[in-house]
């Protein structure tokens, strides 16, 4: 019988210390959470949860993130929005608005309970966006975006044509097509992304979004770091204009798409996660930009 | 309903973490359940599935925990850097066996469990027929989920390794998609899964040779050779096993070639092994009336196996 050792890669217990449990949010709902490290004089990290099966599969990545962060001296504070992950609720009551008042909720809880006199908000895909909105509303000192959701339209589109992949699928043929699953919302009904019901509530939180225009009233310093596939150029066109006239600081990364059904796993993402600190660390004084 | 974190700190000094569903004092039965992951898709399962479904169970009154082994979700440690379905590969060969264990004896000590069931989807489900065929003592019930027979495959997929219930189902899917304008269009877009469309022609060919016997309609060597060994070991220590498949999920194809027919021949499976099929579904059970139909059919087996067992 094969150990479980040789699945590993690293085996050892993370060195700084990690607390798990439950906060409750201002709706009345326990909503899971895991702190990285304890009081620090550096501000405190709220991670953002991209949607879906996006944030199964990247969760891997979040959480060694999130431990590198906290080995290199800054808290952390992950936790799942209402209705999602080991929190309570349910996505068929919940839009975006609600998950704002999440991550605020959570900026509460860190500030109370581990006494971060700052905050800097992560998110990846949709959770760039959802931490723009929060950040709109709640002074933070470094929004950090991963492969931001730049339209939230087009976005809400790619979901749609999730369900119509699964109809395909089990039926041979799309059954509802776009324009009826829209009715249904529209109807009051709910529809299947990737397993999850999704209402109109939270369809139209997400399509009324848009990058840009988040971006207009933020003032906190803004990192993003675009992903391209691997051997493409290093350039994406469409995020170039966000930086014009705003503090706005734009890299762009060979990164395979890790929240996307993998076909090769890799938790650790050595060059993230190097880029995302050195471009922290340039803007914080006194953290030496290190060799990792 | 209750739900709290749960750790074990294993002999090696790592701490394994979930979260446990439990019901209210007056209802709870002595029976608990671990769900483990779905390949490398943490305790919360696909579509959070784990979620609903341990909080539905909780409220029938069994303790429930959707579990992490080392590397995955909350737990201690991080996973080899590679290919995927080389973490696959591992998993469908136990490597998560000794952590599903841990789970259960940490369940049967902390809230007195007289029976233990272990299970989930996929790579879920070989890792609780292995656990229980390792310690029968330690599981007394499994329920696999759309589980794994074969390995998942080292290279390129070849024309064997499609059996003949999957070549069925594919040949005639194609056939209904020859009326289809759309079909077409994605041919003519080359958008079409030609390497699948090939595979499946060849083995349809292949399955047609007269001088071709039933054993080598299908390639033997993807098979996990741990899987009928534990599978008979269950049925011989008396270990209640839930074989729930999906209609559409090519798992139920490779059951029903390398298991039901190449293994059993047609005989009954044995009188503590259930196989139920949900029409339709899909691997991961996506569709809600898919997945109330698996708490149906899972509720039924508890109640009938292990619902007179109260605390």
Same mark, same amino acid.
């Given at each position: 019988?094969?150990k479980?050792?040789?699945?590993?890669?690293?085996?050892?217990?993370?060195?700084?210390?990690?607390?798990?449990?439950?906060?409750?949010?201002?709706?009345?709902?326990?909503l899971?959470?895991?702190?990285?490290?304890g009081?620090?004089?550096?501000?405190?990290?709220?991670?953002?949860?991209?949607?879906?099966?996006?944030?199964?599969?990247?969760h891997?990545?979040? +959480?060694?993130?999130?431990?590198?962060?906290?080995?290199?001296?800054?808290p952390?504070l992950?936790?799942?929005?209402?209705?999602?992950?080991d929190?309570?609720?349910?996505?068929r009551?919940?839009g975006?608005r609600?998950?704002?008042?999440d991550v605020?909720?959570?900026?509460?809880f860190?500030?109370?309970r581990?006494f971060a006199?700052?905050v800097?908000? $992560?998110?990846l895909?949709l959770?760039?966006s959802?931490?723009?909105?929060?950040?709109?509303?709640?002074?933070?000192?470094n929004?950090?975006?991963?492969?931001?959701?730049?339209?939230?339209r087009?976005?809400?589109?790619?979901c749609l044509?999730?369900?119509?992949?699964?109809q395909?699928a089990?039926?041979?043929?799309?059954?509802? %097509?776009?324009?009826?699953?829209?009715?249904?919302?529209? %109807?009051?009904?709910?529809?299947n992304i990737?397993?999850?019901?999704?209402d109109?509530?939270?369809a139209?939180?997400?399509?009324?979004?848009?990058?840009a225009?988040?971006?207009?009233?933020?003032?906190?310093?803004v990192?993003i770091?675009?992903?391209? #596939?691997a051997?493409?150029?290093?350039?994406?066109?469409?995020?170039?204009?966000?930086t014009?006239?705003?503090k706005?600081?734009?890299?762009?990364?060979?990164?395979?798409?890790?929240w996307?059904?993998?076909r090769?796993?890799?938790?650790?993402?050595?060059?993230?996660?190097?880029?995302?600190?050195?471009?922290?660390?340039?803007?914080?004084?006194?953290?030496?930009v290190?060799?990792? | 309903?209750?739900?709290?974190?749960?750790?074990?700190?294993?002999?090696?000094?790592?701490?394994r973490?979930?979260v446990v569903?439990?019901?209210?004092?007056?209802?709870?039965?002595?029976v608990?359940i671990?769900?483990?992951?779905?390949?490398?898709?943490?305790r919360?399962?696909?579509?959070r599935?784990?979620v609903?479904?341990s909080?539905?169970?909780?409220?029938?009154?069994?303790?429930?925990?959707?579990?992490?082994?080392?590397?995955?979700?909350?737990?201690?440690?991080?996973?080899q850097?590679?290919?995927?379905?080389?973490?696959?590969?591992?998993?469908e060969?136990?490597?998560?066996?000794?952590?599903?264990?841990?789970?259960?004896?940490?369940? #049967?000590?902390?809230?007195?469990?007289?029976?233990?069931?272990?299970?989930?989807?996929c790579?879920?489900?070989?890792?609780?027929?292995?656990?229980?065929?390792?310690?029968?003592?330690?599981? %007394?019930?499994?329920?696999?989920?759309n589980?794994?027979?074969?390995?998942s495959?080292?290279?390129?997929?070849?024309?064997?390794?499609i059996?003949?219930a999957q070549?069925?189902?594919?040949?005639h899917?194609?056939?209904?998609?020859?009326?289809?304008?759309?079909?077409w269009?994605r041919?003519?877009?080359?958008?079409?899964? $030609?390497?699948?469309?090939?595979?499946?022609?060849v083995?349809?060919a292949?399955?047609?040779?007269?001088?071709?016997?039933?054993?080598?309609?299908?390639?033997?060597t993807?098979?996990?050779?741990? $899987?009928?060994?534990? $599978?008979y070991?269950?049925e011989?220590?008396?270990?209640?096993?839930?074989?729930?498949?999906s209609?559409?999920?090519?798992?139920?194809?490779?059951?029903?070639?390398?298991?039901?027919?190449?293994?059993?021949?047609?005989?009954?499976?044995?009188?503590?092994?259930?196989?139920?099929? +949900?029409?339709?579904?899909?691997?991961?059970?996506?569709?809600?009336?898919?997945?109330?139909?698996?708490? %149906?059919?899972?509720?039924e087996?508890l109640?009938?196996?292990?619902?007179n067992?109260?605390?």
């Open positions: 019988m094969m479980i050792t040789n699945l590993l890669t690293r085996s050892e217990s993370p060195a700084d210390r990690e607390e798990r449990g439950f906060f409750t949010n201002r709706r009345g709902r326990r899971f959470y895991a702190m990285h490290g009081q620090s004089d550096r501000p405190a990290w709220v991670f953002c949860n991209p949607f879906l099966e996006e944030k199964v599969f990247s891997p990545v979040y +959480i060694n993130f999130a431990r590198k962060l906290s080995a290199e001296g800054w952390v992950r936790f799942d929005y209402e209705g999602d992950g929190s309570e609720g349910d996505y009551k919940i975006l609600e998950w704002v008042d605020e909720d959570a900026i509460s860190v500030r109370g581990h006199k700052s800097n908000l $992560f998110g895909r959770g760039a959802i931490a723009c909105l929060a950040a709109k509303k709640n002074a933070c000192t929004l950090l975006l991963w492969e931001p959701v730049m339209d939230g087009d976005y809400f589109q790619e044509r999730l369900n119509l992949t699964t395909l089990t039926y041979r043929k799309v059954v509802e %097509d776009r324009k009826q699953l829209m009715a249904n919302l529209n %109807d009051g009904k709910t529809i990737s397993g999850y019901e999704v109109r509530l939270m139209d939180s997400i399509s009324s979004m848009n990058l225009t988040q971006l207009d009233d933020i003032t906190c310093l990192h770091i675009a992903f391209v #596939r051997g493409a150029e290093p350039v994406r066109n469409d995020m170039q204009p966000l014009a006239g705003r706005v600081n734009l890299r762009v990364l060979e990164v395979h798409q890790f996307n059904e993998p090769f796993y890799d938790a650790e993402q050595h060059a993230l996660t190097a880029l995302s600190l050195d471009m922290i660390a340039a803007v914080m004084p006194g953290m030496p290190t060799d990792r | 309903m209750i739900e709290e974190l749960f750790e074990i700190r294993g002999a090696d000094g790592l701490v973490r979930g569903s439990r019901p209210d004092k007056d209802k709870i039965r002595s608990g671990v769900l483990l992951p779905a390949g490398l898709k943490y919360v399962g696909p579509h599935f784990y609903s479904l909080r539905r169970l909780a409220g029938e009154g069994y303790v429930v925990l959707r579990f992490d082994p080392l590397g995955m979700g909350e737990s201690d440690g991080v996973l850097r590679g290919l995927t379905r080389d973490l696959w590969r591992k998993i060969s136990g490597g998560n066996v000794n952590d599903a264990l841990l789970a259960c004896q940490a369940m #049967r000590d902390s809230f007195g469990l007289k029976r233990m069931i272990a299970g989930g989807i790579g879920a489900a070989i890792t609780a027929q292995l656990s229980a065929a390792k310690q029968p003592q330690m599981i %007394d019930g499994v329920l696999s989920i589980t794994a027979v074969s390995l495959p080292v290279q390129k997929l070849t024309a064997n390794s059996g003949s070549a069925d189902h594919n040949f899917s194609y056939v209904r998609k020859l009326v289809s304008g759309d079909a269009i041919i003519i877009k080359l958008e079409s899964d $030609f390497s699948a469309i090939g595979r499946t022609l083995a349809k292949r399955d047609l040779m007269p001088f071709r016997s039933h054993h080598a309609k299908t390639d033997t993807s098979e996990n050779p741990q $899987f009928m060994e534990s $599978f070991q269950l011989r220590n008396g270990v209640k096993h839930l074989l729930l498949f209609g559409n999920d090519n798992r139920w194809f490779e059951f029903k070639d390398m298991v039901l027919e190449r293994h059993l021949a047609a005989r009954p499976a044995g009188n503590h092994t259930e196989i139920k099929v +949900i029409p339709e579904a899909n691997h991961e059970l996506q569709f809600s009336a898919w997945q109330n139909d698996a708490h %149906d059919i899972l509720r087996w109640d009938r196996n292990f619902g067992v109260m605390a």
